[in-house]
C-alpha cells in the first residue's frame, strides 16, 4: 500500500511540475511558474526512489499505468475536461499492462 501511495504522489508532482511549464510556455503565465515546478519535478525524482521495487526500470512501467490514470484525473479536475470513452479505454488498459508488471511471479 505504502508504494501505491507514493506511486500517486510520483505522478501528481510530475504532472504539476510539467504542467507549471506548460503554463509558462502555452498558457502565457509568469516565468516564475517554472520554480515551483522545479521543485515539484526534484520532488518526483526523488520520491520514485523509495518505491520497494528491485529494478528501477520495472519501478518505471508501473508508474506509467498509474500515471495515466492521475494524468486523467489532473485533465478533469484541473483542466475542467472529462475524459472521454477513449480516455477511459485506453487508460483501463494501461493499467492492466502495468499489473501485470506488478503482479506477475517472480523467478
Same mark, same amino acid.
Given at each position: *500500500?505504502?508504494?501505491?501511495? $507514493?506511486?500517486?504522489?510520483?505522478?501528481?508532482? #510530475?504532472?504539476?511540475?510539467?504542467?507549471?511549464?506548460?503554463?509558462?510556455?502555452?498558457?502565457?503565465?509568469?516565468?516564475?511558474?517554472?520554480?515551483?515546478?522545479?521543485?515539484?519535478?526534484?520532488? $518526483? +525524482?526523488?520520491?520514485?526512489?523509495?518505491?520497494?521495487?528491485? *529494478? +528501477?526500470?520495472? +519501478?518505471?512501467?508501473?508508474?506509467?499505468?498509474?500515471?495515466?490514470?492521475?494524468?486523467?484525473?489532473?485533465?478533469?479536475?484541473? #483542466?475542467?475536461?472529462?475524459?472521454?470513452?477513449?480516455?477511459?479505454?485506453?487508460?483501463?488498459?494501461?493499467?492492466?499492462?502495468?499489473?501485470?508488471?506488478? $503482479?506477475?511471479?517472480?523467478?
Amino acid at each position: *500500500m505504502t508504494s501505491f501511495i $507514493f506511486y500517486l504522489l510520483a505522478a501528481f508532482a #510530475e504532472i504539476a511540475g510539467c504542467f507549471s511549464f506548460w503554463a509558462w510556455v502555452r498558457l502565457g503565465k509568469t516565468p516564475l511558474w517554472i520554480i515551483p515546478g522545479t521543485f515539484s519535478l526534484l520532488f $518526483f +525524482a526523488w520520491i520514485l526512489t523509495k518505491i520497494d521495487v528491485d *529494478m +528501477a526500470g520495472r +519501478a518505471y512501467a508501473i508508474y506509467g499505468g498509474i500515471y495515466i490514470i492521475c494524468s486523467l484525473i489532473w485533465l478533469w479536475a484541473v #483542466e475542467d475536461t472529462p475524459p472521454d470513452k477513449w480516455d477511459i479505454t485506453g487508460a483501463i488498459i494501461c493499467l492492466l499492462g502495468a499489473s501485470i508488471i506488478l $503482479f506477475a511471479p517472480r523467478s
